[in-house]
């Protein structure tokens, strides 16, 4: 591990006990100047999963996967820009900037044989490697419960700034609204309250800028012409999403899961892994 366990933030008692033994936290310093955080585990020797996390949200949230892969993968997770352990007081928020950072991170770590696994927003951020760096060093691809876009109207682009005008207005009642969204059956209530915390700790103009400036991008063309080997893994609330990835990248597999919320890879978690190994063992495995 690159520099072993440097702090821990706010983990909780139970992410401490699984993750502590073998979870290194590391840094480096993005070519803008930003210092970016991670958590790395795993198999230096193996292929890496590289995990990415949504909306304000920190790498530890996909703690239940970095236990789970840790024995067969090289696992690092990123706490983008403004998010986690990393900076939040970065001047560059816009997606192509985030994107950059992933590619930056890949470099850093000097990985090469990679599986990309993004969620929510990054999904957008993932598919922007690519269109910036190319597939080359990818052995696939994760995208988790995550809108594609497409070309939006001014009708959709107001209402959605008027939804997201809540942060700035009342933080409390826009994240009371917000978490709704992340579960079907509500999680233990330490876990939710470790997770805000941590939340709250991106400045409200931050989170404002970083959903503004991603929510007009479409990134379905760069699916289209795509080989790389893609899973899109969804709940029903995304049905209507995912029938349109088919349609126009019938090459990417999708999985439904269902009795879930958006932050299905932790509701669910033994269900969302042995999804996310099967297809690795099937289409990865040949890269």
């Known amino acids: 591990m690159r520099g072993g366990i440097l702090r821990l933030g706010l983990f909780g008692a139970?992410?401490?006990?699984?993750?502590?033994?073998?979870?290194?936290r590391g840094e480096f310093t993005a070519s803008d100047g930003v210092r970016l955080s991670y958590l790395e585990s795993g198999r230096p020797d193996r292929p890496a999963l590289v995990f990415v996390p949504?909306?304000?949200?920190?790498?530890?949230?996909?703690?239940?996967?970095?236990?789970?892969?840790?024995?067969?993968?090289h696992v690092v997770a990123l706490d983008p820009r403004a998010q986690g352990e990393s900076d939040r007081g970065a001047a560059d928020l816009?997606?192509?900037?985030?994107?950059?950072?992933?590619?930056?991170?890949?470099?850093?770590?000097?990985?090469?044989?990679?599986?990309?696994?993004?969620?929510?927003?990054?999904?957008?951020?993932?598919?922007?490697?690519?269109?910036?760096?190319?597939?080359?060093?990818?052995?696939?691809?994760?995208?988790?419960?995550?809108?594609?876009?497409q070309d939006p109207t001014k009708e959709s682009l107001l209402g959605r700034q008027a939804w997201l005008s809540g942060i700035l207005t009342n933080r409390s009642a826009f994240m009371d609204g917000f978490f709704k969204m992340f579960f079907?059956?509500?999680?233990?209530?330490?876990?939710?309250?470790?997770?805000?915390?941590?939340?709250?700790?991106t400045p409200a103009p931050a989170a404002?800028?970083?959903?503004a400036t991603a929510a007009p991008l479409n990134r379905m063309p760069i699916l289209e012409g795509l080989t790389l080997p893609v899973l899109f893994v969804h709940q029903t609330m995304l049905d209507r999403?995912?029938?349109?990835?088919?349609?126009?990248?019938?090459?990417?597999?999708?999985?439904r899961m269902e009795g879930v919320g958006h932050a299905l890879f932790v509701e669910k978690a033994d269900e969302f892994n042995r999804a996310v190994e099967t297809f690795l063992d099937q289409r990865a495995s040949r890269r």
Not at 184 to 201: A, C, F, K, N
Not at 208 to 211: I, M, P, R
Request: proline content about 4%.
């Open 14 to 24: 139970a992410m401490m006990a699984s993750l502590c033994a073998t979870a290194g």
């Open 54 to 73: 949504g909306w304000m949200c920190p790498a530890w949230i996909w703690e239940k996967q970095i236990t789970y892969f840790q024995e067969s993968y």
């Open 94 to 149: 816009t997606p192509a900037r985030r994107s950059r950072d992933i590619v930056e991170l890949l470099a850093h770590l000097q990985l090469d044989r990679v599986v990309l696994v993004a969620w929510s927003m990054a999904v957008g951020e993932a598919l922007g490697y690519i269109e910036q760096n190319g597939a080359g060093n990818l052995r696939a691809l994760v995208l988790v419960d995550g809108f594609l876009g």
């Open 184 to 201: 079907h059956e509500s999680p233990p209530t330490e876990w939710v309250t470790r997770l805000r915390s941590d939340i709250d700790r």
């Open 208 to 211: 404002f800028t970083l959903q």
């Open 241 to 255: 999403e995912a029938a349109r990835l088919k349609e126009r990248a019938p090459k990417v597999e999708v999985v």
